[in-house]
């Protein structure tokens, strides 16, 4: 089973950037189409961003569409997240997964991994 940790979450303004990254140990990173979800206080979990396990197909949430990309490095079991235009509505848990549908399709239970977590809060 792969293990997920991610990084790169903080406190950032209205406006400005971030970058997550997602690093796999153990199982085989390469064949996992991998996805970003998060979750705000109060809110369920919801479908942010996905990459296939070659990364020649991507999928996101319309509410993140042209400010976040999605991309991977097979080479160093690595998933990214890059944030920019953030929004106080960005504020949440972001999670990284590893599961196996298509990355457009966004469905939670497709993904049978997941990282800890990493709090990204925007202020405004």
């Known amino acids: 089973q792969v293990q997920l940790v991610e990084s790169g979450g903080g406190l950032v303004q209205a406006g400005g950037s971030l970058r997550l990254s997602c690093a796999a140990f153990?199982?085989?990173?390469?064949?996992?189409?991998m996805g970003w979800f998060r979750q705000a206080p109060g809110k369920e979990r919801e479908f942010v961003a996905a990459?296939?396990?070659?990364?020649?197909?991507?999928g996101y949430a319309d509410s993140v569409k042209g400010r976040f990309t999605v991309a991977r490095d097979n080479a160093k079991n690595t998933l990214y997240l890059q944030m920019n235009s953030l929004k106080p509505e960005d504020t949440a848990v972001y999670y990284c997964?590893?599961?196996?549908?298509?990355?457009?399709?966004?469905?939670?239970?497709?993904?049978?991994?997941w990282g800890q977590g990493t709090q990204v809060t925007v202020s405004s």
């Open positions: 997964a590893a599961g196996g549908g298509p990355p457009s399709s966004g469905k939670y239970d497709e993904y049978g991994a």
């Open positions: 153990g199982g085989t990173f390469s064949t996992y189409t």
């Open positions: 990459i296939s396990w070659i990364g020649d197909s991507t």
